[in-house]
């Protein structure tokens, strides 16, 4: 059979022997077909095939080069192999036979199918440029296609697949990444970036290599990584490691020397295995920022450690960490503990589930430094924000009562068992005990507010005129800070008509009360305190300038007492315990007819 172009697409079957075509010079010649072409019962097939239909083989043997636009299916087994002795091209599917030359499979141009190898035994070099699905390749294999089964052995000095375009026969590596494996079995390992999106290359137990799904977690930029500590430590100065799913972290996470950004993505962090000084090297917590470390963790999701093991965050070696958003951080006595830098906390929620093991001081330690640095200023906690279960950052009782981690110009919320830090506030009420209670934005809100025996401290300056009304019974903090009646109204700072005890807590006892009169003539002065109910004043300081000389003979001097006490029908109660009182031009204390007054203490 030398050339066959029957009209239409007709089968031919040939069952069992031996077709030769041979030319005068002894070449082989072509069988053409349009059509199926079906072989069976050990057919010998000398010649050389093009067809542009299907080739289906049972049995028998192709001993000259075959070209199909079609599929060519073998077989393989008790029923017969099927031998291709010389080179195949195939823009079908390829399945079963044994192909001992070369095989191409390349997708004709407007073809309806992908080419794909499905099986079969290949013992020669096969290019590949669509997929590779199984089979059994002992040659050389070139892909710019996708691999995702069959079982690949190379030879010596060879990788068992190879780029298109590879450059010698020793060659390792693949030149371009135009393959891309998701499965298989391989005598050398796949690189990394001819892996499938989602996969990585892997040893098997037996020695030989493929690829698995990756379980990706996390990821810096364009790459990702299977672990945290991957991904932190390909971190550079200004990037944000993301991370992709929840973690189980089998150790502390540490960042050291960098300055990174972690994005928790709504992720959570957790720990199934102890952490807590696993390797003898200061591992307390699932984070840890550590020497020339800057850690900044934003977004939603978890810190939550295993319980009665570890604590969520620490800094440890002068590390910094800031804490953004409204993730939430579970740990074991601390949630975070700072041996030496600064934690500042400006949102999240804070809890512990392994207690201390005093009830008494059971959720004390939320928030912790270690004493000896807090004390000489190398450990500081800095709360902006947050939630917090039954530890008020304001009164951290663990540093001593009273000692707070809030910022300043923070005050504290609390609500059923939950202290929450919120920002910009101006006054705090404080219960007896001296936890804190609620914030305000104005200082005559929690004034209103305060309930018998309850402060009301200042948290910023303000500038107004404050009224304590008859039913009222508090303290007035100043805390460091001024309250200013202004000038030029007939107004005290503050008028007292209830109880009230004044003090200033701060440090530096820089609290203030004051007007603003500088002492002019004409000027319209005022008290800058008037009590007319009971008032004691324990410390802070008192001041305005009140007071100008009169243009008459006798030069007498006119202006407001600093302080004016029962000039009323009421009268009034002061006491003075502490505290200093400066007035220059005029008088400092008035006492009225029905006023009285205890002077034990202060400067005046």
């Given at each position: 059979?030398?050339?066959?172009?029957?009209?239409?697409?007709?089968?031919?079957?040939?069952?069992?022997?031996?077709?030769?075509?041979?030319?005068?010079?002894?070449?082989?010649?072509?069988?053409?077909?349009?059509?199926?072409f079906?072989i069976?019962?050990?057919?010998?097939?000398?010649?050389?095939?093009?067809?542009?239909?299907?080739?289906?083989?049972?049995?028998?043997?192709?001993?000259?080069?075959?070209?199909?636009?079609?599929?060519?299916?073998?077989?393989?087994?008790?029923?017969?192999?099927?031998?291709?002795?010389?080179?195949?091209?195939?823009?079908?599917?390829?399945?079963?036979?044994?192909?001992?030359?070369?095989?191409?499979?390349?997708?004709?141009y407007?073809?309806?199918?992908?080419?794909?190898?499905?099986?079969?035994?290949?013992?020669?070099?096969?290019?590949?440029?669509?997929?590779?699905?199984?089979g059994?390749?002992?040659g050389?294999?070139?892909s710019?296609?996708?691999?995702?089964?069959?079982?690949f052995t190379?030879?010596?000095?060879?990788?068992?697949?190879?780029?298109?375009?590879w450059?010698?026969?020793s060659?390792?590596?693949?030149?371009?990444p135009?393959?891309?494996?998701?499965?298989?079995?391989?005598?050398?390992?796949?690189?990394?970036?001819?892996?499938?999106?989602?996969?990585?290359?892997?040893?098997?137990d037996?020695?030989?290599?493929?690829?698995?799904?990756?379980?990706y977690?996390?990821?810096?930029?364009?790459?990702?990584?299977?672990?945290?500590?991957?991904?932190i430590?390909?971190?550079?100065?200004?990037?944000?490691?993301?991370?992709?799913?929840?973690?189980d972290l089998?150790?502390?996470?540490v960042?050291?020397g960098?300055?990174?950004?972690?994005?928790?993505?709504?992720?959570?962090?957790?720990?199934?295995?102890?952490?807590?000084?696993?390797?003898?090297?200061?591992?307390?917590?699932?984070?840890?920022?550590?020497?020339?470390?800057?850690?900044?963790?934003?977004?939603?999701g978890a810190?939550?450690?295993?319980?009665?093991?570890?604590?969520?965050?620490?800094?440890?070696?002068?590390?910094?960490?800031?804490?953004?958003?409204?993730?939430?951080?579970?740990?074991?006595?601390?949630?975070?503990?700072?041996?030496?830098g600064?934690?500042?906390?400006?949102?999240?929620s804070?809890?512990?589930q392994?207690?201390?093991?005093?009830a008494a001081k059971?959720?004390?330690?939320?928030?912790?430094?270690?004493?000896?640095?807090?004390?000489?200023?190398?450990?500081?906690?800095i709360?902006?924000?947050?939630?917090?279960?039954?530890?008020d950052?304001?009164?951290?009782?663990a540093?001593?009562a009273?000692?707070?981690?809030?910022?300043?110009?923070?005050?504290?919320?609390?609500?059923?068992?939950?202290?929450?830090?919120v920002?910009?506030m101006?006054?705090?009420?404080i219960?007896a005990?001296?936890?804190s209670?609620?914030?305000?934005?104005?200082?005559?809100?929690?004034?209103?507010?305060a309930?018998?025996?309850?402060?009301?401290?200042?948290?910023?300056d303000?500038?107004?005129?404050?009224?304590?009304?008859?039913?009222k019974?508090?303290?007035?903090?100043?805390?460091?800070?001024?309250?200013?009646?202004?000038?030029?109204?007939?107004?005290?700072?503050?008028?007292?008509?209830?109880?009230?005890?004044?003090?200033?807590?701060?440090?530096a006892?820089t609290?203030?009360?004051k007007?603003?009169?500088n002492?002019?003539?004409?000027?319209?002065s005022?008290y800058?305190?008037?009590?007319?109910?009971?008032m004691?004043?324990?410390?802070?300081?008192?001041i305005?300038?009140?007071?100008y000389?009169?243009?008459?003979?006798?030069?007498?001097?006119?202006g407001?007492?600093?302080?004016?006490?029962g000039?009323c029908?009421?009268g009034?109660?002061?006491?003075?315990?502490?505290?200093?009182?400066t007035?220059?031009n005029?008088?400092?204390?008035?006492?009225?007819?029905?006023?009285?007054?205890?002077v034990?203490?202060g400067t005046?």
């Amino acid at each position: 059979v030398n050339r066959a172009y029957p009209a239409g697409a007709p089968t031919m079957t040939i069952s069992g022997g031996t077709i030769s075509a041979e030319g005068a010079d002894g070449k082989k010649q072509h069988i053409f077909g349009r059509g199926a072409f079906t072989i069976s019962g050990n057919a010998q097939i000398n010649a050389s095939m093009t067809l542009e239909g299907d080739l289906y083989a049972d049995g028998g043997t192709i001993s000259g080069e075959v070209a199909t636009t079609g599929a060519i299916t073998g077989s393989e087994g008790a029923t017969g192999t099927t031998t291709f002795t010389k080179a195949v091209e195939s823009s079908g599917t390829i399945e079963g036979g044994v192909f001992e030359g070369a095989v191409r499979s390349r997708t004709s141009y407007g073809a309806q199918e992908a080419a794909v190898i499905r099986g079969g035994t290949f013992k020669g070099k096969v290019e590949s440029y669509s997929s590779i699905e199984n089979g059994v390749f002992a040659g050389e294999v070139e892909s710019e296609g996708t691999i995702s089964g069959g079982t690949f052995t190379s030879a010596a000095g060879v990788g068992a697949v190879q780029a298109y375009g590879w450059k010698n026969n020793s060659q390792q590596t693949w030149d371009k990444p135009n393959a891309s494996v998701s499965g298989g079995t391989f005598t050398s390992a796949i690189p990394e970036d001819y892996c499938a999106d989602g996969f990585v290359p892997t040893q098997n137990d037996n020695g030989t290599y493929g690829v698995r799904e990756a379980n990706y977690v996390a990821q810096v930029g364009s790459t990702k990584y299977e672990s945290l500590a991957a991904a932190i430590g390909a971190a550079q100065d200004g990037d944000t490691v993301t991370l992709l799913k929840d973690i189980d972290l089998p150790a502390t996470a540490v960042v050291e020397g960098k300055t990174i950004t972690l994005e928790l993505n709504g992720k959570t962090l957790a720990n199934t295995a102890d952490i807590w000084e696993k390797d003898a090297t200061y591992d307390w917590s699932l984070i840890s920022v550590r020497e020339g470390g800057n850690l900044t963790i934003n977004g939603s999701g978890a810190l939550r450690a295993k319980e009665n093991d570890c604590y969520a965050l620490d800094v440890q070696d002068g590390g910094n960490l800031t804490v953004n958003g409204d993730a939430s951080y579970v740990g074991n006595i601390h949630a975070i503990y700072v041996q030496k830098g600064t934690a500042t906390v400006n949102g999240g929620s804070y809890s512990v589930q392994q207690k201390y093991p005093d009830a008494a001081k059971a959720d004390e330690f939320v928030l912790n430094c270690y004493d000896a640095n807090r004390a000489n200023g190398t450990a500081k906690i800095i709360v902006n924000g947050g939630t917090f279960t039954n530890f008020d950052p304001r009164n951290n009782k663990a540093e001593g009562a009273g000692t707070s981690f809030v910022a300043e110009g923070v005050g504290v919320n609390y609500e059923n068992g939950t202290f929450t830090a919120v920002p910009k506030m101006v006054a705090q009420i404080i219960a007896a005990d001296g936890s804190s209670v609620k914030a305000y934005d104005s200082l005559a809100e929690a004034i209103e507010a305060a309930q018998a025996g309850q402060t009301v401290m200042l948290l910023a300056d303000v500038n107004g005129n404050v009224e304590i009304a008859a039913n009222k019974n508090l303290t007035l903090d100043l805390n460091g800070f001024t309250l200013n009646g202004g000038t030029g109204t007939a107004k005290a700072a503050l008028t007292n008509y209830g109880t009230i005890t004044i003090k200033d807590s701060s440090t530096a006892k820089t609290g203030t009360i004051k007007r603003d009169d500088n002492g002019t003539v004409g000027e319209t002065s005022y008290y800058v305190i008037r009590n007319q109910g009971t008032m004691t004043i324990e410390s802070g300081t008192v001041i305005n300038n009140s007071g100008y000389r009169k243009t008459n003979p006798t030069g007498s001097m006119s202006g407001s007492s600093l302080i004016c006490n029962g000039d009323c029908n009421e009268g009034g109660t002061l006491t003075i315990k502490g505290g200093t009182f400066t007035q220059n031009n005029f008088i400092a204390i008035k006492n009225g007819a029905l006023g009285v007054l205890h002077v034990t203490g202060g400067t005046i």
